[in-house]
T-cell receptor, first 116, second 111 residues
Framework: KAGVTQTPRYLIKTRGQQVTLSCSPI?????VSWYQQTPGQGLQFLFE???????NKGNFPGRFSGRQFSNSRSEMNVSTLELGDSALYLC???????????????FGPGTRLLVL | KNEVEQSPQNLTAQEGEFITINCSYS?????LHWLQQHPGGGIVSLFM???GKKKHGRLIATINIQEKHSSLHITASHPRDSAVYIC?????????????FGTGTSLTVIP
């Protein structure tokens, strides 16, 4: 089975622009979660999507948004980019068997975003 | 205050040594995860546990729910074990996955 894929792998943007990142989960996985990793704050949970609905959300401003499509692929969008948004953005997928959220997360390679 | 604390932050070991990384958490959890991140960013899930002990090859993870503490042990360490090890917890919830992460332990194993 192919692993979790993320595109693009690297991205450079300027302040004020917006960006869309894409994540394709492992085939059959229904849950996709997004994480931000920075040297200062470490790994932080952004949000999680299941069946095209946002199920959980971390403590990030509304500039960070996402969506999930019917094939479980997910996108996250960051509007009005700030310098502090420079980070590695990781997505992870899991099976999300109904009633069980204690599941192994399978991570993608990440998208490294640099905001200038 | 961080919900998840790891120690040590940095660890250097000689090849073959027994290594222990500790994780303490302050929230109620439904599961604790140990993750490994190699240079370049890729993260691999090593263990997910909610009680007791799990073993995979040279890696052993234990958790004590009453003490809110978990340990990751590496036996016969090898240079390829050099990575950042991250502890993460998922709080009780009836939906979804949400994680609080530790700041990671950077391990270097010297040949």
């Amino acid at each position: 089975k192919a692993g979790v894929t993320q595109t693009p792998r690297y991205l450079i943007k300027t302040r004020g622009q917006q960006v869309t990142l894409s994540c394709s989960p492992i085939s059959g996985h229904r849950s996709v979660s997004w994480y931000q990793q920075t040297p200062g704050q470490g790994l932080q949970f952004l949000f999680e999507y299941f069946s095209e609905t946002q199920r959980n959300k971390g403590n990030f401003p509304g500039r960070f948004s996402g969506r999930q499509f019917s094939n479980s692929r997910s996108e996250m969008n960051v509007s009005t980019l700030e310098l502090g948004d420079s980070a590695l953005y990781l997505c992870a997928s899991s099976l999300a068997v109904a009633g069980n959220f204690q599941e192994t997360q399978y991570f993608g390679p990440g998208t490294r975003l640099l905001v200038l | 205050k961080n919900e998840v604390e790891q120690s040590p932050q940095n660890l250097t070991a000689q090849e073959g040594e027994f290594i222990t990384i500790n994780c303490s958490y302050s929230v109620g959890i439904s599961a604790l995860h140990w993750l490994q991140q190699h240079p370049g960013g890729g993260i691999v899930s090593l263990f997910m546990l909610s009680s007791g002990k799990k073993k995979h090859g040279r890696l052993i993870a234990t958790i004590n729910i009453q003490e809110k503490h978990s340990s990751l042990h590496i036996t016969a360490s090898h240079p390829r074990d050099s990575a950042v090890y991250i502890c993460a917890v998922s709080p009780p919830s009836n939906t979804g996955n949400q994680f609080y992460f530790g700041t990671g332990t950077s391990l270097t194993v010297i040949p």
